[in-house]
């Protein structure tokens, strides 16, 4: 079963705009990982925010958590083409050990980003 | 660091035959992990590794799958015999078991069954 739900489904802007993709999900989670996937490839780790922190930026990259909403969101200011890709939330804390969880990915949001 | 490295990169085989997988997973690396995608159900996690001893198996689909790590820089998923409704890209991705980390993946193999 898949733990985190990603909203919307589809996404297209012009270059220059902001992008906003959302995640839901069920259970308590110490960590949420965000990942891209441009077409045809693997999937790229982008940002990972703990359950005690509520913001976190990488480059053009804004994430955010409320754990009371059991909801995250990724800001992607200033789209690019090169950022045309599908965004997928990810929960569990990754850890393959007895006392972690593999992590359980939604089923994304595709970004298409025209010039 | 090469990456996490799967092939083949395509796979087209015929209803009934054997298929099999292949990960080499990043040097250092201790745990792996088997998705499979598909446009209906997305990413699903079908088995993962921890210093090569399966830790959960539940998301295997049926017996005909079966997966295995004999050392730390070698896997293989194997199905058979495969059915059209195994058609998926199949990923292999590798981790630090004990770290909350990202996980690294490898560009995926296509498989067709026809």
């Known amino acids: 079963s898949q733990q985190g739900e990603e909203d919307p489904q589809a996404l297209s802007i012009q270059e220059g705009e902001n992008a906003t993709m959302n995640c839901s999900y069920k259970?308590?989670?110490?960590?949420l990982q965000w990942y891209r996937q441009n077409s045809g490839r693997g999937l790229v780790h982008l940002i990972l925010i703990r359950s005690n922190e509520r913001e976190k930026h990488s480059g053009r990259l804004r994430v955010t958590l409320d754990t009371s909403k059991k909801s995250s969101s990724l800001l992607i200011t200033a789209s690019r083409a090169a950022d045309t890709a599908s965004y997928f939330c990810?929960?569990?804390?990754?850890?393959?050990?007895?006392?972690?969880?593999?992590?359980?990915f939604g089923k994304g949001t595709t970004l298409s980003v025209s010039s | 660091d090469a990456g996490v490295i799967q092939s083949p990169r395509h796979e087209v085989t015929e209803m009934g035959q054997e298929v099999t997988l292949r990960c080499k997973p990043i040097?250092?690396?201790?745990?792996l992990f088997w998705y499979r995608q598909t446009m209906m159900r997305g990413l699903e996690l079908l088995i993962y590794?921890?210093?090569?001893?399966?830790?959960?198996d539940s998301g295997m689909p049926e017996d005909r799958f079966s997966a295995k790590m004999p050392n730390a820089s070698f896997s293989t998923l194997k199905i058979q015999p495969s059915e059209p409704r195994d058609s998926a890209v199949y990923f292999c991705a590798s981790s630090l078991a004990d770290r909350v980390v990202g996980y690294t993946f490898g560009s995926g193999t296509r498989l067709t069954v026809v």
């Open positions: 040097s250092g690396h201790n745990s």
């Open positions: 590794f921890n210093n090569n001893v399966p830790i959960d």
């Open positions: 259970t308590s989670i110490n960590n």
């Open positions: 990810a929960t569990g804390d990754g850890r393959a050990n007895q006392a972690g969880t593999a992590l359980i």
